[in-house]
């Protein structure tokens, strides 16, 4: 295995499924089933899971709504992603532990660093929610600065499409997948990997960011593997 310590960031569009909204049931333990062979290798795990199923911040607030107000639905959102992930995980047999960053005791752990890392060190999946319980972020952002936080050795940012493409592939059939990039190419060409605020605070810290497709059976371990599946970024 490349990596000891991973951690995992997962759109809120990847739980939907074909769905247009919400929650597709078999979409997590699809998810579930991919991440119990990680577990089971014994790689120490921790998910960020977005909201883009179920509310974004700047949608509310295109609506009218103030953008604070409105990015807090979109983090509570990332709360109810990562229940319906802690539920399936738990139902075959993989501990997991939700941690939020936005303390709600009755539901969840609030997020301690700590904590957090003793319970990777006790081999259980550590679901961080609530973003970085800060209006104007992204879950991108949090997942790199969790990531920061734990030591992780990678972020790896699960996508439908198996890397990051010199043009559209699905219009272009010349375009060719970048095995690698390093950040300041992202930032400068504005490729859609993850947003800026999270690819720059990768760079400061020199956080190698993995893009691959996690739609594909089987992918997830192979990327903690190392394999040539999808694009690295770092230098
Ligand atoms: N959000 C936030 N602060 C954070 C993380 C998330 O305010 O640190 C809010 C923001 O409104 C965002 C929403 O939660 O639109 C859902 O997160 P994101 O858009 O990153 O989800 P994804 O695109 O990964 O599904």
């Known amino acids: 295995m490349r990596y000891r310590r991973v951690l995992l960031k997962i759109s809120g569009e990847a739980l939907m499924g074909a769905a247009a909204y919400g929650i597709n049931i078999k979409m997590v333990h699809f998810v579930a089933q991919e991440i119990r062979a990680i577990h089971e290798a014994g790689i120490q795990l921790a998910l960020v899971i977005g909201a883009g199923n179920i509310f974004r911040g700047v949608a509310g607030a295109a609506g009218g709504m103030d953008r604070s107000a409105a990015d807090s639905m979109g983090m509570l959102a990332t709360v109810m992603n990562s229940l319906a992930m802690q539920d399936g995980l738990q139902k075959i047999g993989v501990p997991a532990q939700v941690m939020s960053a936005i303390a709600m005791m009755n539901v969840c752990e609030p997020y301690e660093r700590v904590k957090a890392v003793e319970h990777l060190g006790q081999q259980r999946v550590v679901i961080f929610?609530?973003?970085?319980?800060?209006?104007?972020?992204?879950?991108?952002?949090?997942?790199?600065?969790?990531?920061?936080?734990?030591?992780?050795?990678?972020?790896?940012?699960?996508?439908?499409?198996?890397?990051?493409?010199?043009?559209?592939?699905?219009?272009?059939?010349?375009?060719?997948?970048?095995?690698?990039?390093?950040?300041?190419?992202?930032?400068?060409?504005?490729?859609?990997?993850?947003?800026?605020?999270?690819?720059?605070?990768?760079?400061?810290n020199k956080l190698p960011i993995f893009v691959f497709n996690m739609l594909e059976p089987g992918n997830i371990i192979k990327a903690v593997r190392g394999e040539d599946i999808g694009t690295l970024i770092g230098g």
Not at 167 to 179: F, G, H, I, T
């Open 129 to 204: 929610a609530a973003g970085t319980g800060n209006p104007y972020f992204t879950t991108d952002t949090a997942a790199v600065l969790r990531a920061l936080e734990i030591r992780a050795d990678v972020v790896m940012k699960a996508t439908r499409v198996d890397g990051v493409y010199s043009d559209d592939p699905e219009k272009n059939p010349r375009a060719v997948r970048y095995r690698e990039l390093d950040y300041t190419s992202v930032l400068r060409d504005n490729l859609q990997v993850m947003d800026a605020a999270g690819i720059s605070l990768a760079r400061e």
